[in-house]
C-alpha cells in the first residue's frame, strides 16, 4: 500500500521554500518601483499556503519512504514545484500563456535554459532574478536527489555512486540534510566567487548575480537576449568556462576534497574522462574551424572553446550563432549534446560515466574473446562493477534513444520541422537549452513553438532530468498493483 504521506509532506515543504524565494524578486521589484512586486507576493502568498497546509496536515506521521513512495516523490516534487514556479510568469505584465508560463518553469528548475521569452534586455527586473533563481534552486536540487534518491532507485546505474547511509528508503530523510547542509555551503561559495568573478571582468552587478546562480546551476538563462554574447568580453566567457567546468564536476568530491585534499578530485576516473572529452572536442573544432573558416586561431579557440563547455555541459550559453558554421561543427555540436558532465553535478546529459561503463563492458568482452581463458575484472575506480550496473547502464542508453526518436517523431507531428523537432529532442533530454536552426538556435527561441510542442518538450525535460525510468516507471500498471 502506497502512503503519500511522507511524499505530500517533503512535497509541502519544498514548495514553502519557493515560496519564500519568491518573495526575493518581489523585494527588489518594490525597491525598483516595478508594479510586478504585486504579481510575486500574490504568487508567493499562494504558494506558502498551499506548502505550510500540505506540510501541517501530514505532520507527525511517519517519514520512512518505500521505493514507490520515492519514485512518485521524484517526479511530483519537480511537477509541483514547476506549477508553482510558473504563477509569476503566468500572471506577470508578460502574458504569457499557460503552456509558455509552466514551459519557462520547468526549463528552469531542470536546468534545462529553453526559454520561450524575448526582450529580456528590457523585461521585468524581477522576471529576470526569477528564471535565475529557479535554475539555482534547481541546480541544488539536482544535486541532492542525484546523490540521495536516484542511486537509491537503481536507476540507469546510478547505484554505482551510491553514499553509505542511503543504501535504504529509511535513511534517506536523515542523511541527506546532513550532507545536503554541507553541499549547498559549498552551491553557495562557488555562486559567490562565480559572481565576484563575473563583476571584477566588468559584467554589471545585476548582470553578474543573475548569471553566477544559472552558471553553476549549468541552466543558461541569461538577462540578456544574446545571452553571454552580448557582452562581447573574453574575461567573462573565460570565467564562465571555469565555473561550467566546477559545476560539472560531482559535488561530492569536493566535499571530500576538503577533507583529504583537493588533488583527489583529479584522481577520479570520471573527472578524468570529462575533462578529456572537453579538450578533445575542443582542439578538434578549433583546428576545423580555423582551417575551414575564416576564423583566425585565436578566434577560433575563444568560440570554440566557450560553445563546446556550455553544450556539453548542458549550460546552453551561447557566444555566437555555431548553427552559422560548417556542417562538420554543426554535427559535432549536435553530439556533444548528449554527453553531459559528471554524475552527483549540476551537469546534464547521458553523463560521462555511463561511456565509461560501456567502453569497460565492451573491453572486457573483447578481451575474454581473444584470451577465453582468460580472468579479468571489470572495475571503476578501482571498485568491481557490478553486472546490474552494467545492465542498467545499456538499459538506460537504449531507453534514452528510443525516447529520443519518440519525443522527435512526436514533436514532427506539431509541425515542426526535421532539424528543428532533432535538436529540440535532444536538447530536452539533455537538458542543454537551446537547439539547432534558425527556430530554436541559440539566436532564436522556444516561443514560436505550437503549444503541443511545449507541453511534449516540458514532458522531455523532466524525463531527462529525473534519468528516464523514474518518470516512465509510474506509466506501467504494475507500479501501482499493491
Known amino acids: 500500500m ?38 510575486f507576493a500574490f504568487s508567493a502568498a499562494i504558494t506558502l499556503f498551499v506548502g505550510i497546509a500540505m506540510s501541517i496536515a501530514t505532520r507527525g506521521q511517519r517519514q520512512d519512504l518505500s521505493i514507490r513512495e520515492a519514485f512518485i516523490l521524484a517526479v511530483f516534487s519537480w511537477v509541483s514545484l514547476a506549477s508553482f514556479g510558473a504563477l509569476p510568469f503566468a500572471l506577470s505584465e508578460l502574458e504569457l500563456s499557460i503552456a509558455d508560463s509552466f514551459f519557462e518553469s520547468m526549463s528552469g528548475l531542470t536546468t534545462t535554459g529553453a526559454t520561450v521569452i524575448t526582450g529580456l534586455d528590457f523585461a521585468p527586473p524581477g522576471i529576470v532574478l526569477w528564471r535565475a533563481l529557479l535554475q539555482w534552486l534547481g541546480g541544488i536540487g539536482i544535486i541532492v536527489m542525484a546523490l540521495a534518491v536516484l542511486p537509491m532507485l537503481k536507476i540507469g546505474g546510478m547505484q554505482l555512486f551510491k553514499v553509505e547511509g542511503f543504501d535504504t528508503p529509511e535513511k534517506i530523510l536523515p542523511r541527506a540534510t546532513q550532507i545536503s547542509g554541507s553541499l549547498t555551503a559549498i552551491y553557495i561559495i562557488f555562486t559567490v566567487a562565480c559572481m565576484i568573478g ?46 561550467m567546468v566546477i559545476s560539472s564536476i560531482p559535488f561530492l568530491l569536493y566535499l571530500k ?113 581473444i584470451y577465453p581463458n582468460g580472468m579479468f575484472a571489470l572495475t571503476y575506480n578501482g571498485r568491481p562493477i557490478p553486472a546490474q550496473v552494467i545492465t542498467s547502464v545499456m538499459n538506460f542508453f537504449f531507453l534514452f534513444t528510443l525516447s529520443f526518436f519518440t519525443l522527435s517523431l512526436a514533436l514532427e507531428l506539431t509541425g515542426l520541422d526535421t532539424v528543428t523537432a532533432l535538436s529540440a529532442s535532444a536538447s530536452a533530454l539533455a537538458n542543454v537549452g ?43 500498471p504494475q507500479f501501482w498493483k499493491s
Not at 549549468?218 to 562581447?232: C, E, M, N, R, V
Request: glycine share 10%.
Open 2 to 39: 502506497i502512503n503519500l504521506r511522507p511524499v505530500l509532506l517533503i512535497i509541502g515543504i519544498l514548495l514553502a521554500t519557493l515560496g519564500c524565494a519568491m518573495l526575493i524578486p518581489a523585494f527588489y521589484d518594490f525597491a525598483y518601483g516595478h508594479s510586478d512586486w504585486i504579481v
Open 198 to 243: 563575473y563583476h571584477m571582468c566588468g559584467m554589471p552587478l545585476f548582470d553578474a548575480t543573475v548569471h553566477s546562480m544559472t552558471t553553476i546551476a549549468t541552466g543558461g538563462y541569461s538577462s540578456k537576449d544574446l545571452s553571454i554574447g552580448y557582452f562581447d568580453n573574453v574575461a567573462i566567457e573565460v570565467n564562465a568556462i571555469l565555473f
Open 257 to 369: 576534497g576538503f577533507q583529504t585534499g583537493l588533488l583527489q578530485i583529479f584522481r577520479d576516473q570520471q573527472v578524468i574522462g570529462f575533462l578529456v572529452t572537453i579538450v578533445f572536442f575542443i582542439i578538434l573544432l578549433t583546428i576545423h574551424q580555423s582551417a575551414y573558416s575564416e576564423m583566425s586561431f585565436t578566434q577560433a579557440l575563444r568560440y570554440t572553446s566557450f560553445n563546446i563547455v556550455s553544450i556539453m555541459t548542458g549550460t546552453g550559453y551561447a557566444s555566437t550563432d555555431y548553427t552559422l558554421w560548417s556542417a562538420f561543427a554543426v554535427s559535432i555540436i549536435f553530439i556533444v549534446m548528449f554527453i553531459g558532465g559528471c554524475s552527483g553535478s549540476t551537469s546534464c546529459g547521458i553523463k560521462i560515466f555511463r561511456f565509461q561503463v560501456i567502453w569497460a563492458a565492451v573491453e572486457y568482452r573483447v578481451k575474454t574473446l
Open 434 to 476: 537551446p537547439g539547432l536552426g534558425f527556430v530554436i538556435g541559440p539566436a532564436g527561441h522556444y516561443g514560436n513553438l505550437p503549444d503541443a510542442a511545449k507541453w511534449l518538450l516540458s514532458f522531455g525535460m523532466l524525463l531527462g532530468r529525473l534519468e528516464l525510468f523514474a518518470v516512465l516507471v509510474l506509466f506501467t
